[in-house]
């Protein structure tokens, strides 16, 4: 690797204690171990309205996207709401487009109260698609997740294990050759393009 990548995890939660944030932070300080430079997104801390494209007043979307775009692999984490992944994260991320996400690298993580949280997985992998990032293969779920942890720390070795992979992977693939936009990609005209 020719650089230092930045690595930005954003936490798709906006609990106090949140296991999101806490598998997050841990992805983060393996990417950090492994050389990169690192920025947790804690969407708690951002005033993010429910993003309309006509508002003039967008609260903290610059200071979100400006953190994105200069991101050079993202790690989003989201709990599990409803078979899908957390409307704050969905928030956040249609304040986002191509200009944050294409050609960029990204690592996917979600915790789920019950059993292994794939179809959130699928969802967060389809819209990373559909902005031309490049979606690593390795991704993680977190099923029966306060289980896993105690206090702050989780002691599950095998879910640990696949966190940590995660961090690895984002690095090391921080400036993976960009592929040609792929089908979802060239039909996604941006959001409010043509509603």
Not at 47 to 71: C, I, K, S
Not at 123 to 135: E, G, K, P, T
Request: charged share 25%; with cysteine; glycine share 8%.
């Amino acid at each position: 690797m020719s650089q230092q990548p930045h690595i930005v995890g954003i936490a798709g939660s906006l609990r106090d204690r949140s296991y999101t944030r806490l598998a997050v932070e841990r992805a983060l300080r393996e990417a950090d171990r492994r050389g990169a430079t690192t920025e947790l997104l804690d969407l708690r801390e951002y005033d993010l309205p429910v993003y309309d494209a006509d508002a003039d007043e967008p609260g903290d979307a610059d200071r979100l996207t400006a953190a994105v775009q200069r991101a050079d692999s993202v790690i989003l984490g989201t709990p599990s709401y409803h078979g899908s992944y957390s409307s704050v994260l969905k928030n956040a991320l249609d304040y986002c487009g191509f200009d944050e996400f294409e050609d960029t690298t990204v690592g996917l993580l979600c915790v789920a109260g019950g059993a292994f949280p794939t179809t959130p997985l699928e969802h967060l992998r389809s819209v990373c698609r559909a902005l031309n990032a490049w979606v690593v293969p390795h991704q993680v779920g977190l099923p029966s997740v306060s289980g896993k942890f105690q206090g702050e720390e989780l002691v599950d070795e095998g879910l640990a294990e696949r966190v940590d992979v995660l961090g690895r992977r984002v690095v090391e693939y921080a400036n993976i050759e960009p592929d040609p936009r792929c089908a979802e990609a060239l039909e996604n005209k941006g959001a409010g393009a043509d509603d």
